[in-house]
T-cell receptor, first 114, second 118 residues
Framework: NAGVTQTPKFQVLKTGQSMTLQCAQDMNHNSMYWYRQDPGMGLRLIYYSASEGTTDKGEVPNGYNVSRLNKREFSLRLESAAPSQTSVYFC?????????????FGPGTRLTVL | AQTVTQSQPEMSVQEAETVTLSCTYDTSESDYYLFWYKQPPSRQMILVIRQEAYKQQNATENRFSVNFQKAAKSFSLKISDSQLGDAAMYFCAYRRVYSGGGADGLTFGKGTHLIIQP
């Protein structure tokens, strides 16, 4: 039982390049989330998916797109990376129907955009 | 929009002593969840404790307990018998409750860096 996994762990991009961050969970959770963490800040919600087939914007969605590929996987795409997107990205999942309704986080991806 | 405020950027405590981290929040909702997450240098976000707003009893998890004051919108974390392994960033977080299903993300404070002095 790996919980929430994210790939890659580190990535360096040049301005204008694109990339996709991958996230998968093996806890059979319905809901998945993408957050970013900047220095001196808490995590801020980018996008979330309440259930398979649905996605919604969070607090800071500009410059990102997401895909809920199936119940297990939720990817985050940067179409044209900008230095302002340098951050640590966290994926999380939760089961709203479960007894705890707690979000479990992946280990994070550190992204640097030059 | 909900906001979460952690007014202590950094706290320091002697090993084996007790420390309290402060958190206040602003919301117009009556039903919600509050959380404390720990983030050690490894970056992993680890759930420390969780409180449902409808519960009057304060949550406790071993050495960790909260003081939840709903009217004051205050949610502090007390760590007893501090250990070196408690050194980390601590984030307070809020999430509202959906009555008809659905989901929403967490709203985080900016964090408190806890230092444990040996």
């Amino acid at each position: 039982n790996a919980g929430v996994t994210q790939t890659p762990k580190f990535q360096v991009l040049k301005t204008g390049q694109s990339m996709t961050l991958q996230c998968a969970q093996d806890m059979n959770h319905n809901s998945m989330y993408w957050y970013r963490q900047d220095p001196g800040m808490g995590l801020r919600l980018i996008y979330y998916s309440a259930s398979e087939g649905t996605t919604d914007k969070g607090e800071v969605p500009n410059g990102y797109n997401v895909s809920r590929l199936n119940k297990r996987e939720f990817s985050l795409r940067l179409e044209s990376a900008a230095p302002s997107q340098t951050s640590v990205y966290f994926c999380a999942s939760s089961d709203l129907a479960g007894p705890t309704d707690t979000q479990y986080f992946g280990p994070g991806t550190r992204l640097t955009v030059l | 929009a909900q906001t979460v405020t952690q007014s202590q950027p950094e706290m320091s405590v002697q090993e084996a002593e007790t420390v309290t981290l402060s958190c206040t929040y602003d919301t117009s909702e009556s039903d919600y969840y509050l959380f404390w997450y720990k983030q050690p240098p490894s970056r992993q976000m680890i759930l420390v404790i969780r409180q449902e707003a409808y519960k009057q009893q304060n949550a406790t998890e071993n050495r960790f307990s909260v003081n939840f004051q709903k009217a004051a919108k205050s949610f502090s974390l007390k760590i007893s018998d501090s250990q070196l392994g408690d050194a980390a960033m601590y984030f307070c977080a809020y999430r509202r409750v959906y009555s008809g299903g659905g989901a929403d993300g967490l709203t985080f404070g900016k964090g408190t860096h806890l230092i444990i002095q040996p």
